[in-house]
């Protein structure tokens, strides 16, 4: 039973670039969030996908974007790289009609220089 | 808006012995799930245990059982028989049940517990 996959683990970006993050879900889940946690914090939510859409969103501005792909898979994309989007990007699966919980990947380190 | 906080920033207990995190988190809604999730330095996050607002029942999951005091709204993990694979960074975090297909977690600042040998 594979779990959350992300890629890839580190990432180096110059301020202005664009990034894309990708996540597959753990099997047999059909909603993808994605989270941002700084150092030394909690993660923050950024938004969530189910059936190809964007269903919820956290605190995060335009240029951070996402998509959702058939398979359930999931991209986030940040455009205009700032220093202050270095953290850890974390994204998480669940079952729309199943338990509560959601199950982590191992995240994605992104250092903005 | 529903916020969620862990007041002690690290702890510390020896090996074999019982440690207990708090949490505290506040919120107007009456239904709702609290979580405690472990971040072990490989950074993946584990789910440690569940809790619904709506069972009076502490859970438990083998050494971890929480403290649940809803009119408190206090959530206290304790770990018994403490282990060094227990070293991690622990969250606390809340979900509504309310807010379309998947509520969205809201985490504490997390606790750095060590385990002395």
Known sequence: ????????????????????????????????????????QGPQFIFQYYEEE????????????GHQFPNYSS???VNALLLGDSALYLCASS?????????FGPGTRLTVT | AQTVTQSQPEMSVQEAETVTLSCTY???ESDYYLFWYKQPPSRQMILVIRQEAYKQQNATENRFSVNFQKAAKSFSLKISDSQ???????????????????GNLIFGKGTKLSVKP
């Open chain 1, 1 to 40: 039973d594979a779990g959350v996959t992300q890629s890839p683990t580190h990432l180096i970006k110059t301020r202005g670039q664009q990034v894309t993050l990708r996540c597959s879900p753990k099997s047999g889940h059909d909603t993808v969030s994605w989270y941002q946690q700084a150092l030394g």
């Open chain 1, 54 to 65: 964007e269903r919820q969103r956290g605190n995060f501005p335009d240029r951070f974007s």
């Open chain 1, 75 to 77: 991209e986030l994309n």
């Open chain 1, 95 to 103: 079952l729309v009609l199943g338990l509560p919980e959601q199950y």
């Open chain 2, 26 to 28: 506040d919120t107007s």
């Open chain 2, 84 to 102: 060094l694979g227990d070293a991690a960074m622990y969250f606390c975090a809340y979900r509504s049940v309310r807010g379309g297909s998947q």
